[in-house]
């Protein structure tokens, strides 16, 4: 077979290659983004039954690198990373969740399944991209690139990734991160990792705008979502929820969407199965947007209305709201091109959901044994809608992308179940405070689960 190769292109269509050990991050003709393409003939070399054999051998097992679900797909990530430079934690292979009670009670969806991406080393699936990037820099490196440190923006869990992989690797990290707009725990791993962390007076959009700047010196790599070579870590979601599912392709995936990369790259990697065989159809994708940080949803909405299909031009930035949805609080997404071609592609959807429909759609999946992030409430209030519309049917296999771990939110949490947001909780479970003397609360604790009756939940 063929070695697998792959190469930078311009997603303007342009047909220059460029290589990936350059420090590259615009198609330097056109200012567009790039996208890292894949040689399909030399990964045609093998067999489709062949590649699903070779993944399924690998699956979780200890030979370095193949035991993480990202280089368990070496050949088809970034074949030119030889395996003593990748930089990996182990991410991927996350559980594929059946939300069998979620599903039935609530949505009379039998085939509904959570993509627990955010069970993960830092807590959300950034880490299968981070792993990818942090890897090619040290191979930039062992090539002789000066390169002094790795340098993104964030909503939170891109810096805390980034820096997890920094330390692991021993290269210096810097992130930029919006004063006051993100969590404690977002916060305190990138302190912790000891990147150096710039708290800065201004928005996400901000911060994106001051580490372009900053990366002009080539000195300082860029690791934000338009660095391409994270897509092809994030890609691989597409093939574990395939290869967990026996190599069967469902129906919808569902995924939050913020500056939209994840969106592009799930598509990627389904259409690459399918090019090269592995896989006969596309699942149709739904961007889920928080209300407050919605741009593409409007832009969707304009297309809808003239009964075409989603374009460029429809797009219109906007001032992105606060939201509980933190981390896709996101105004000007930068991955929008690929993210409109991914959708058209796979007859997506955008849909958008409320503070209360998220914070409740949690609520609501939390009671069936999750614990949800707030982004990954957008994703399941944007199913509840589809469903009830129609749109997704009873019959449907449907996965949900959840994107981080509810314990990175735990402020969101709290605020939902103590009634301090500036809405009905109409699910809340506030702790009930109780003496130390058995008798009575032993008293208590029967009326109390009295008062629940059957289901066990409160009223
Ligand atoms: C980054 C992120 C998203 C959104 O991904 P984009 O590629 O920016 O659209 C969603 N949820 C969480 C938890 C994230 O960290």
Known sequence: MTRPRAWFQSVSGDPERYPLNEVLYRDPKTGSLLEVVHDLDALRGRTPAAWMRLFDERYGRTSWPYGSGVWSKHEWVQPHVAKENVVSLYEGNTNLFWAERYGKQHLKLPDLWVKQCGTSHTGSFKDLGMTVLVSSVKQMIAEGKPIRAVACASTGDTSAALAAYGAAAGIPVVVLLPRGKITAAQLLQPMANGALVCALDTDFDGCMRVVQRLTEDSGIYLANSMNSLRVEGQKTISFEIVQQFDWEV????????????????????????????????????????????NPLYQAYQRAQGEGR???????EPMVAGETLASAIRIGNPVSLPKAVRALVRSRGIVEQASEQELADAVARADRTGMFNCPHTGVALACLEKLVARGTIGADDRVVVISTAHGLKFTEFKAAYHEGRLPFEASLANRAVEMGSEPDEVIGEIHRALDARGAAGVPA
């Open 309 to 315: 299909d989603l374009e460029e031009g429809d797009f």
């Open 250 to 293: 469902p129906d919808w995936v569902l995924v939050p969407g913020g500056n939209l990369g994840n969106v592009s790259a799930i598509a990627k990697g389904f259409a690459e199965m399918k090019e090269v065989g592995l896989i006969s159809k596309l699942p149709r994708l739904v961007c889920c947007q928080a209300e407050r940080a």
